[in-house]
């Protein structure tokens, strides 16, 4: 699907509504392509009101005062090495696990998680307006359980 970046966080929203205790999910795209963007909504939808960052230098942040607790995560810099954190603490914690570049994980995510891939519609990409710029939404659920989100 085809989304504005008012579009890309209303979407995410919905689906943050309709998250549960140990969902995972995984953003893919390049940089730019509204992965916090898109994890500001999810947490609207959580019913978190504080403002969400990036957690590209912290590599993760935690909001709890929403509905389920939200742990964000950029794995970026981690590159090849997951066990730098400990990542089971969020993986099988009671709140949603959002990992940006999570593909980079490969092996070491579980079997069961939604993918998110945004990219960026290059029909759009040279709008001087950043409303007018379309992200490309793809859905992909892994193992059981995150049908139900398409």
Excluded: C
Excluded at 1 to 12: F, V
Excluded at 43 to 66: A, C, F, Q
């Amino acid at each position: 699907m085809k989304l504005n970046e008012k579009q890309l966080i209303t979407y995410a929203e919905k689906l943050g509504e309709k998250l549960r205790s140990g969902d995972i999910i995984v953003l893919t795209g390049d940089l730019g392509a509204g992965k916090t963007t898109f994890t500001k909504g999810l947490g609207r939808g959580l019913g978190i009101s504080r403002m969400i960052k990036s957690p590209t230098y912290t590599i993760v942040r935690e909001y709890d005062e929403g509905r389920l607790p939200l742990y964000h995560m950029d794995v970026y810099r981690i590159g090849d090495d997951p066990d730098s954190i400990d990542l089971d603490d969020y993986l099988f914690g009671d709140g949603v696990t959002v990992i940006e570049w999570g593909n980079l994980l490969g092996p070491d995510l579980p079997a069961d998680y939604l993918e998110i891939v945004l990219e960026k519609d290059e029909a759009t990409e040279t709008a001087s307006d950043n409303d007018a710029e379309s992200r490309v939404l793809t859905l992909v659920p892994h193992g059981k359980g995150y049908e139900v989100y398409l």
